[in-house]
């Protein structure tokens, strides 16, 4: 199986230790022994770095150092250090959840490189690793003892200025060598959403045995581990149509309330999503208004795009303020027709777009926002008409343009097209990205990775979960469709692709068996 070595990106959560800042104070506790002919006078003791008490990223800046000498100083994102005469100046940098990890590149810069040197922390000697002097501006250190990572599982590194250096520290980069893999988080699954919540990939969804609203958060940042989930809402038989996103640094949801028939929200208290509010009915206006919801952040608040069935018509509501804990008044977007059923919303160009699917007519349909809020739309754009298309339909920028997929129930095939303009206002013609049986394109989710849009899919004939991945950064040509799990009978519904620590993931639901599946690494597939 193929491995990834990049550089994974995560936020820093946390920099105490032991109750101590990273300032004044740090310098107490044993001396460590000179190395390499100089002294690592003030350096934390191993023994004090065992557990896991430091929370960090496999990113940082040089100004995230979690011990730094008195001597040195934070600059902007840097952090410099000049030492004195036969002294010494140090910063120590920490990086939690070091799964696979093989080696971490520094950028830095000095007056005098010959006086640079680097040192890890070596839990089974008991000691700091130094090595030195280097010369700058960039050194790759070799992580491939076990004992570099603690008990606690982090790692630890220093850079020490000697003898009148003066040294700057940019930027700090763990690389992981991580096979792609596949997770089993629980025995129930449907509607699936997955987002990076606080550095951690994380799902809302739909418990199909209890009828609840559910969340769950890996215990790592790549989703190999994963936490108990836990049941947001149990009123009735609530949470379909999930839909997870991070706002303001909070995670939120939207979903359906099947027994009430509304559409409701909820939000974290916290970054984690370890503890949640009430949930609040955002449209109770009669039967079924509230389904396919789709959050997205517009304009610093949360907002949704869905389906009253009362109208019928498709609606946006924007809450009145960033947490979302007061709500305006629905807005009728679209009313001719049936019309309106499994909008996408992304902002695009600066104002909100959605795509959906008019119903009576089989159309995909295209509409925008006259203002950066979505108080008022334009008129649709009938992007393609047919006897039945425009299903599950997916927006988002593309090259810098609004693109969708969608799934063609007259041809069973799924779809690709761009716009030619930034507004929308006129289209490329549609490419076929999956063609070749009956039945593919259903559930369809859409990414950028590595500046390539992304297409992840379930193909309902062979019952399993697929991929195409464009060949540019248009969408012009693509590649064959990628098989990634066929596990089951039927295995791939209610998908969700996200980018976790800059690869591509998704969550998914086994029909067959009823389990909540994830995988990371698609890359590599």
């Given amino acids: 199986m193929p491995h990834l070595r990049r550089g994974l990106v995560l936020g820093l959560i946390s920099i105490l230790l032991f109750s101590c800042s990273r300032q004044a104070g740090l310098e107490t506790g044993a001396t460590p022994t000179p190395a390499n002919g100089i002294p690592l006078t003030g350096l934390p003791d191993i023994s004090t770095l065992r557990e896991p008490s430091i929370l960090v990223g496999y990113l940082q800046t040089g100004s995230e150092a979690v011990f730094r000498s008195t001597n040195s100083d934070v600059v902007g994102d840097s952090l410099l250090m000049a030492s004195p005469a036969q002294g010494t100046s140090w910063g120590v940098w920490g ?178 999503g370890s503890a949640w509010e009430s949930p609040l009915t955002l449209d109770g206006s009669g039967t079924q208004s509230g389904e396919f919801p789709w959050l997205t952040e517009v304009n610093g608040r949360p907002s949704i795009a869905y389906y009253d069935v009362n109208g019928p018509a498709l609606r946006f509501i924007r809450a009145s303020d960033a947490m979302g804990d007061s709500w305006g008044s629905p807005v009728d977007v679209d009313t001719d027709g049936n019309t309106g059923q499994e909008p996408c919303l992304a902002v695009i160009d600066g104002l909100p777009m959605i795509s959906y699917r008019k119903g009576s007519a089989g159309e995909l349909r295209i509409v925008r926002a006259l203002d950066a809020d979505g108080a008022t739309w334009d008129t649709p754009l009938v992007l393609l008409a047919g006897n039945n298309t425009g299903f599950g339909s997916v927006l988002m920028t593309v090259a810098g343009n609004p693109a969708v997929a969608w799934y063609d129930l007259t041809d069973s095939d799924l779809r690709f097209q761009r716009a030619q303009t930034s507004t929308g206002s006129f289209w490329f013609g549609s490419v076929t990205l999956d063609g070749q049986e009956d039945d593919a394109g259903t559930y369809a989710t859409m990414g950028i990775f590595e500046g390539t849009p992304m297409i992840v899919y379930h193909k309902g004939i062979m019952g399993d979960l697929r991929m195409v991945w464009a060949n540019d950064a248009e969408g012009t040509s693509w590649t064959n469709p990628v098989l990634l799990d066929e596990s089951s009978v039927i295995v791939g519904k209610y998908n969700s692709l996200a980018d976790i620590n800059g690869e591509p993931a998704v969550s998914y639901w086994d029909q067959t068996n009823g389990r909540l599946l994830y995988m990371w690494g698609l890359s590599e597939r």
């Fill in 95 to 272: 990086f939690a959840n070091t799964i696979g990890a093989t080696g971490c590149l520094v950028d830095y810069n000095g007056v005098d490189d010959a006086a640079s040197y680097f040192a890890i922390a070596d839990f089974d000697k008991g000691r700091w690793e130094v090595a030195g002097p280097v010369p700058g501006p960039q050194q790759e250190l070799t992580i491939d003892k076990p004992g570099y990572t603690s008990p606690g599982g982090n790692i630890y590194i220093a850079m020490i200025a000697w003898d009148g250096a003066s040294i700057t520290a940019d930027q700090l980069t763990l690389f992981a060598d991580i096979a792609p893999f596949k997770s089993d988080i629980d025995n129930s699954g449907g509607y699936t959403s997955l987002a990076l919540v606080n550095g951690r990939p994380a799902i809302s969804y739909y418990d199909d045995t209890d009828h609840d609203l559910k969340f769950v958060r890996a215990l790592d940042a790549f989703g190999q581990s994963w936490g108990t989930p836990l049941t947001l809402d149990s009123a009735g038989d609530t949470g379909q149509y999930t839909s997870l996103e991070v706002i303001g640094g909070i995670p939120m949801i939207a979903y359906y309330d099947f027994t009430n028939q509304d559409l409701r929200f909820i939000r974290a208290s916290d970054e984690d």
